[in-house]
């Protein structure tokens, strides 16, 4: 039973390493291309078009609180301080 129990855990550890093994050899980044002149314009106007439009988003002026008119702007008022007991004597 033990051997039969080794076995399964060593098939069960093995099984992983040999499916990443068995992948093909794909490569997701491929190599760079170098663009021609044309596509270099067709970046540079793009990457204009955009900044254009950056440019043109207004700034926000007020705030997005929407909590901001239940907050008070005073600062907390300090705790009261502690009352003495009827008998005199302090609680330490």
Known sequence: ???LSAAAMV????VPAYAQMSTPNINLMPELQSKSPEEKEQDAIREKA???SLRKIP???TSSDPWGTVRSTE???????AKKSKTGSSSQ
Do not use: F, G
């Not at 098939?11 to 093995?14: A, C, D, K, Q």
């Not at 600062?75 to 301080?81: I, L, S």
């Open 59 to 61: 700034d926000a002026k």
């Open 50 to 52: 955009y900044k254009d």
């Open 11 to 14: 098939v069960l550890l093995t």
């Open 1 to 3: 039973m033990r051997i």
């Open 75 to 81: 600062a907390p008022k300090a705790a009261a301080p």
